[in-house]
């Protein structure tokens, strides 16, 4: 069992060996890595950045500077403002996580 800010989870291992069949053609690409376009192989076929990721980035960051502007160092008990951000906090993260697959 996991617990993740949006709920539990039932996580399960298994062993499986996964293997594709696949035709060895011999032709080689060139790919160029860059700014402007994630990859850009030879024969232009490019694929741009993903947004949605820098966008969830800039939201983590906003929501961790709130979370942090409402954390007490003292020895009371944090705030329901402090612990309702932190839940806002973690589920970003994992909306994050889910852009990045």
């Known amino acids: 069992m996991v617990r993740r800010a949006d709920g539990y989870y039932a996580q399960f291992c298994f062993d499986a060996n ?15 890595l860059g700014l402007k376009y994630f990859y850009k192989d030879q024969n232009d076929k490019a694929a741009i950045y993903p ?42 993260h994992l909306l994050a996580l889910a852009c990045r697959r």
């Open 18 to 32: 996964r293997f594709e069949a696949g035709n060895y053609t011999g032709d080689v690409i060139g790919i160029d």
């Open 51 to 92: 947004k949605y990721l820098r966008r969830a980035e800039k939201r983590i960051k906003k929501l961790q500077r709130r979370l942090s502007r409402k954390f007490v160092k003292e020895a009371k008990p944090q705030s329901n403002n402090y612990h309702k951000a932190r839940i806002r906090l973690g589920k970003a």
